[in-house]
């Protein structure tokens, strides 16, 4: 998967990669509306939402496990699947995913939220 070769530089030390999912966010984050294409990586520690900024990657958002909340797979007409989540009261919209397994992101999540 290409947005993994250069995901390490936002990376914290010991932090592992365990899914990620070429997408978009849509959404309205700490007073800021966000559309933007990017990579949503799935860590042990966090969730980032990165883009590409010529060949590397920058983060957009740094979501914490324990501010996710009704974390909640859909579909819309057309039969393509979506995330929506809150995020410390603010709503989250994962769409135009692309590639990586959008279950096991939501078994993931789900997983290090019940650890918290």
């Known amino acids: 998967m290409e947005s993994l070769n250069f995901s390490m530089s936002v990376l914290k030390e ?9 997408c978009n966010l849509k959404s309205f984050i700490d ?14 520690n966090r969730v980032l939402f990165c883009k590409y900024i010529g060949s590397n990657l920058s983060v957009v958002h740094n979501f914490d496990y324990k501010l996710i909340t009704s974390f909640n797979i859909k579909e819309d007409d057309d039969k393509n699947k979506y995330i929506i989540f ?13 590639s990586g397994d959008v279950l096991e992101v939501a078994e993931i999540i789900t997983k290090k939220q019940r650890e918290l």
């Open 86 to 98: 809150k995020y410390n009261g603010d709503r989250v919209k994962i769409t135009n995913i692309k």
């Open 31 to 44: 007073f800021t509306i966000v559309d933007e294409n990017g990579v949503l990586l799935i860590t042990d």
């Open 14 to 22: 010991n932090e592992k990669i365990l899914a990620s999912l070429t």
